[in-house]
């Protein structure tokens, strides 16, 4: 079977995906650094899936390592090389994702995200790698009305996190472009990732301080915090609150197993492709619909405006349903009930 890299994997995102790679018999090699996760995240999948297979240890390989050491990510390609599971393609999650992180720390966001990538497609090159799925974001598109936003959108970036996703679709995009050149390259414009596994065992775990909403989400209803703090009452959106477009967890790592089927079986491309759901929803309503799900109370207050915020991010994603013949299956309800029953088995997180 064939053998992936997941830079990143022990993460939010990264995990969820791991699972599925794994459920379909891919050998998986991991890099990651845990600055924002922990491997604890692995050995829960293992009890996931070992019921299925008693042998899951075997097809997974953890290697701690920072993408913004060069060495670092030849290691892993040199033990995989020497384990005979040559690396066939790379998933890349590594990388830092808060955007209001990056207002605050840019040379942090441009070292990680922009020097890591280029540190990776240099290994990829010396070791013939050619194969990438890169984790992008909705957030390089300009977002001015209500619309929802397809790949031809303009890509204006407004704040630093989403310059260092635009800048490494551009360096991806340069290297596709080369003459000749047999680099299949995909990159999945993610909405807004939240939820968790239906098992309760993974789910989005920040470390420290959560900047996003859906984890305040599931701290104010646990009692880890006392309330949420909305950004803005009075955004050109129904009811005056930030709309986003909430796709859970468990699709988008099912649009990454649909994309790496699309990239190992087409020619040599670079393609830019949404995952979201294209349904909106409001702040408010998001609330609303945790408490009712839950049965629980979420105490609120408005506050001004966040910088690098927009009225609105909702996904146009006709092209991810035509070329990856990939759909969301689930709903603004599950990913309240999946967050709040991952919340719930693991109050202090892992
Ligand atoms: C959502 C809404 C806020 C916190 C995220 C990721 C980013 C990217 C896009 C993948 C907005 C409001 C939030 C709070 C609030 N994902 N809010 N009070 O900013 O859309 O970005 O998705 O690339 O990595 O960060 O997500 O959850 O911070 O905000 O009112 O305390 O909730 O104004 O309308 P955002 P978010």
């Given at each position: ?103 605050l720390n840019p040379i942090t966001y441009w070292e990680n995200n922009v020097s890591g990538t280029i ?224 919340q719930k088995n693991n109050p202090y997180g892992f």
């Open positions: 079977m064939k053998s992936i890299l997941v830079t990143g994997g022990t993460g939010f995102i990264g995990s969820h995906t791991c699972l599925v790679l794994l459920e379909k018999g891919y050998n998986i090699f991991i890099l990651d650094s845990f600055i924002n996760s922990s491997s604890q995240s692995i050995e829960k999948i293992i009890l996931i899936l070992n019921e299925i297979d008693k042998d899951i240890n075997r097809k997974i390989h953890l290697i701690k390592g920072d993408i913004k050491n060069q060495s670092d990510i030849e290691n892993v390609f040199h033990i995989s090389n020497k384990l005979n599971k040559k690396i066939e393609a790379v998933i890349h999650f590594a990388g830092l994702k808060s955007v209001s992180d990056s207002v540190n990776l497609c240099k290994v990829m090159e010396k070791y013939k790698c050619k194969n990438i799925l890169f984790s992008s974001s909705a957030t390089v598109y300009k977002s001015e009305s209500n619309k929802l936003l397809s790949e031809d959108n303009i890509c204006e970036p407004y704040n630093p996190y989403g310059y260092t996703k635009f800048t490494v679709e551009r360096i991806l995009s340069d290297i596709s472009n080369r003459e000749l050149s047999e680099w299949r390259i995909v990159c999945l414009r993610y909405f807004n990732p939240v939820g968790a596994h239906k098992s309760g065992y993974i789910g989005e775990n920040p470390l420290g301080k959560a900047n996003n909403i859906y984890p305040q989400l599931t701290r104010v209803a646990i009692g880890k915090q006392s309330k949420i703090y909305i950004f803005g009452s009075d955004w050109p959106t129904y009811d005056g609150t930030g709309v986003r477009d909430y796709i859970h967890v468990m699709d988008l790592a099912e649009g990454h197993l649909s994309a790496m089927n699309y990239l190992l079986k087409e020619k040599p491309q670079f393609k830019a492709i949404n995952l979201g759901t294209g349904i909106g929803t409001s702040v408010l309503e998001f609330i609303r619909t945790f408490e009712k799900v839950n049965n629980v109370e979420i105490p609120f207050s408005f506050r001004d405006r966040r910088k690098g915020d927009k009225a609105f991010l909702v996904a146009d994603n006709s092209l991810a349903k035509s070329l990856l013949n990939w759909t969301p299956k689930r709903n603004i309800e599950d990913i309240c009930r999946d967050g709040w029953n991952w």
